[in-house]
T-cell receptor, first 113, second 112 residues
Framework: NAGVTQTPKFQVLKTGQSMTLQCAQD?????MSWYRQDPGMGLRLIHY???????DQGEVPNGYNVSRSTTEDFPLRLLSAAPSQTSVYFC????????????FGPGTRLTVT | EDQVTQSPEALRLQEGESSSLNCSYT??????LFWYRQDPGKGPEFLFT???AGEEKEKERLKATLTKKESFLHITAPKPEDSATYLC?????????????FGIGTKLQVIP
C-alpha cells in the first residue's frame, strides 16, 4: 500500500493564481481531511469528507474548495492564492468516520509571493 | 472552545534519560485523545488513541496515559532515533462536527 500520497511536494505561486493540491489514498478509507500547518499554530483543519459526495468545512475553510467524487481522491483547490496561504498542507485519511486515528501524507510546501 | 496545550515546547535528553511530555486539554466531552510523532519534513505518524481517564497504551519505549485533564507521553530510556516532534490532539463529542484539535507539539532531541 502506498498509503496517503500528495502532489506536488513543493509549489510556488504568485498572488491571485489558482491551483489544485492532489491527495489520494489506497486504504479504502471513508474519512479524508486537509490541514495546514504553520509555525507556532499547530495543525488546523481546512475541510473534511466522510465519504464520496460528502464534504464539510473545518476551522479555516476560507479561500479553499474541495470535492470528493471518489473514495480515493480528495483534491484541495486554492481559488485565488494569497500570501496568507503560504503554509505546509497535509492530507490525511482515517478508517473511522469520526476521523479520530488519521494517517497523513508527506505534505505539500506552498509559498505564495 | 477546545484547547490543547503541550509542554515543554522543547526537550533535550541524554540517551537513556527517561522523561515525560505533557498534554493538557479543555474539551466538552472527550471523544478521544491522540498522540502523533512528526519527523522534520514529513507528515505526522499516528502513535496512540486514548478514550477514557485511567487508560494507558504502550509501544516500545513510549507509554501514553490519560487523566480527566491531561495526558502524558512517557519516554523510557530514549534513543537518538526517538528525536522528533510529538503532537497531541483531542476530539470532542460536539455534535456532528468531526474536528480534531491539535497542540503545537513538543520537540524532543535525544543526544547520544
Amino acid at each position: 500500500n502506498a498509503g496517503v500520497t500528495q502532489t506536488p511536494k513543493f509549489q510556488v505561486l504568485k498572488t491571485g493564481q489558482s491551483m489544485t493540491l492532489q491527495c489520494a489514498q489506497d486504504m479504502n478509507h471513508e474519512y479524508m481531511s486537509w490541514y495546514r500547518q504553520d509555525p507556532g499554530m499547530g495543525l488546523r483543519l481546512i475541510h473534511y469528507s466522510v465519504g464520496a459526495g460528502i464534504t464539510d468545512q473545518g476551522e479555516v475553510p476560507n479561500g479553499y474548495n474541495v470535492s470528493r467524487s471518489t473514495t480515493e481522491d480528495f483534491p484541495l483547490r486554492l481559488l485565488s492564492a494569497a500570501p496568507s496561504q503560504t503554509s505546509v498542507y497535509f492530507c490525511a485519511s482515517s478508517y473511522l468516520r469520526t476521523g479520530g486515528e488519521q494517517y497523513f501524507g508527506p505534505g505539500t510546501r506552498l509559498t505564495v509571493t | 472552545e477546545d484547547q490543547v496545550t503541550q509542554s515543554p515546547e522543547a526537550l533535550r535528553l541524554q540517551e537513556g534519560e527517561s522523561s515525560s511530555l505533557n498534554c493538557s486539554y479543555t474539551v466538552s466531552g472527550l471523544r478521544g485523545l491522540f498522540w502523533y510523532r512528526q519527523d522534520p519534513g514529513k507528515g505526522p505518524e499516528f502513535l496512540f488513541t486514548l478514550y477514557s481517564a485511567g487508560e494507558e497504551k504502550e509501544k516500545e519505549r513510549l507509554k501514553a496515559t490519560l487523566t480527566k485533564k491531561e495526558s502524558f507521553l512517557h519516554i523510557t530510556a530514549p534513543k537518538p532515533e526517538d528525536s522528533a516532534t510529538y503532537l497531541c490532539a483531542v476530539q470532542a463529542n460536539s455534535g456532528g462536527y468531526q474536528k480534531v484539535t491539535f497542540g503545537i507539539g513538543t520537540k524532543l532531541q535525544v543526544i547520544p
